[in-house]
């Protein structure tokens, strides 16, 4: 119960730090937090299919949201742009309108069914980074993979380490326990060979992961489509999806070309642009940044919160549209930059 505590107390934090932030700006106060313009973190967009357990409910806005979303910020004065004229717009002189650019992440289908009509309809370029391994569905997503095998199995067992343990599953609480162990165990654990346990425990329940990733994720021809539609970018974002930071660098460089090299190989097109994996300061560092710049990318992001600045083009942060916060002034108050100055960012 003490990670669900945890959790429940964080959602409170950050809702009413949102709004303390969104009637700030409102009364027209801290404008100078703005900065020049920013950048949007999505992974799903979907419509919500409610579950008594859904570990991964922060990653997923509804098509309407995302509506509402750009109806907000296109009121408020923000133009639309591609990912990749994000460094030229950094060099703007003070005073130009602001920026915001979107991103998703990981190829999930349901950007072309839901999120495409939205940015269509809303004339709002985007960038969709790809991992090579699940587009290939030759490697899983093990987050995924275990919000299916927790819901459906009553108990399972699984060495984490220090032996065979047994873990029952009969409440949500129960769940929400096990994914927290899971979460840690690839975390802290030779990535690929922690991924491969949980897809092992993932068939002896009778689940295929593979299968989970081919139904969610865009395959070739798919990517092939979009890379072709005059709003959407393709970027790289690795093979694997593992935790580059972790990684030797000669494995860690031949991740990144290596998605590079697929997307060219599918849509003729290479890409400009990469998404680290998880994104987070543990994930990806300055050893990363250099990597992406010697390898020819000219801009790369983190899932870090920040508003773009011209010195971080190779570790450029983002804000998250978050499946827990989907509020239209919660837009307002994320474009604002006011939560990242109360967060001393």
């Keep these: 119960m003490t990670g669900q505590f945890k959790r429940l107390g964080k959602r409170l934090a950050i809702g009413a730090g949102l709004e303390f932030s969104w009637l700030l700006a409102s009364a027209g106060l801290m404008r100078e937090a703005r900065g020049r313009g920013v950048v949007f973190t999505l992974h799903h967009v979907r419509p919500h299919v409610a579950e008594a357990f859904e570990p991964n409910a922060h990653l997923e806005i509804t098509p309407r949201f995302l509506d509402v979303a750009l109806r907000r910020l296109r009121r408020e004065g923000y133009r639309f742009v591609p990912l990749a004229e994000v460094p030229a717009l950094l060099a703007e002189p003070e005073g130009a309108k602001p920026f915001a650019a979107f991103t998703l992440d ?21 960038t969709v980074f790809v991992a090579k391994g699940f587009a290939e569905g030759s490697h899983s997503i093990w987050w ?22 047994r873990l029952v599953l ?31 425990l993932a068939r002896e329940n009778g689940i295929e992961p593979t299968d989970i990733v081919r139904e969610l994720v865009m395959g070739p021809g798919q990517l092939q489509w979009l890379a072709a539609h005059p709003l959407a970018t393709l970027g790289a974002h690795t093979i694997s999806h593992r935790a580059l930071a972790r990684l030797p660098e000669a494995e860690a460089r031949i991740e990144m070309q290596a998605s590079a090299d697929y997307l060219e190989a599918v849509t003729g097109i290479r890409p400009e642009t990469i998404a680290y994996p998880y994104g987070t300061p543990a994930a990806a560092t300055a050893r990363e940044a250099r990597i992406a710049r010697n390898l020819g990318f000219t801009l790369a992001v983190t ?8 010195k971080l083009t190779g570790y450029l942060p983002r804000i ?11 837009v307002s108050a994320l474009a604002s930059g006011i939560p990242l100055k109360m967060m001393g960012r």
């Design 106 to 126: 990981d190829g999930y289908n349901n950007n072309l069914e839901h999120a495409l009509p939205v940015f269509e309809r809303h004339q709002a370029p985007f």
């Design 144 to 165: 995924e993979t275990l919000a299916i095998l927790l819901r459906r199995a009553a108990e399972i067992r699984f060495d984490f380490g220090r032996g065979m343990e």
């Design 170 to 200: 009969d409440s949500p609480q129960q769940q929400w326990h096990a994914f927290d162990r899971f979460a840690a165990y690839v975390h802290r654990s030779d990535e690929a060979r922690a991924v491969a346990a949980i897809d092992l």
């Design 303 to 310: 899932t870090q919160p920040g508003l773009p600045a011209a």
């Design 320 to 330: 998250s549209l978050n499946g827990f916060y989907q509020k239209r002034r919660y």
